[in-house]
Nanobody, 125 residues
Framework: QVQLVESGGGLVQAGGSLRLSCAAS????????MGWFRQAPGKEREFVAA????????TYADSVKGRFTISMPNAKNTVYLQMNSLKSDDTAVYYC??????????????????WGQGTQVTVSS
């Protein structure tokens, strides 16, 4: 069984920063790429970023490129999302995802098998 637990969400002013963490447990974590998605009230879930198991391939949504950074240190049991220059449009529940294979860093959420419970990020203007 794979479990993903997000943390680090909260309330921040526009222009501020937050770092989200996703701690994973389970025997297959080390073989999977990891991704972050988000869902704002009344909107569909959308892709934010993903990183391959090796860290050699990273993909960002255009809306966060240059502001967000995804990383997965050598321990490979935690993935981070550093979010800078936050905007009110970034307000959403952020979800960690895994299970699409070691190399997939795309935006198709149906390919991710495992999901965390989500952490709320609220950006005040």
């Amino acid at each position: 069984q794979v479990q993903l637990v997000e943390s680090g969400g909260g309330l921040v002013q526009a222009g501020g920063s937050l770092r989200l963490s996703c701690a994973a447990s389970g025997r297959i974590f080390s073989n999977y790429a990891m991704g972050w998605f988000r869902q704002a009230p009344g909107k569909e879930r959308e892709f934010v970023a993903a990183i391959s198991w090796s860290g050699g391939s990273i993909t960002y949504a255009d809306s966060v490129k240059g502001r967000f950074t995804i990383s997965m240190p050598n321990a490979k049991n935690t993935v981070y999302l550093q979010m800078n220059s936050l905007k009110s449009d970034d307000t959403a529940v952020y979800y960690c995802a895994a299970g699409a294979g070691p190399y997939y860093t795309g935006s198709d959420d149906s390919r991710y098998r495992y999901w965390g419970q989500g952490t709320q990020v609220t950006v005040s203007s």
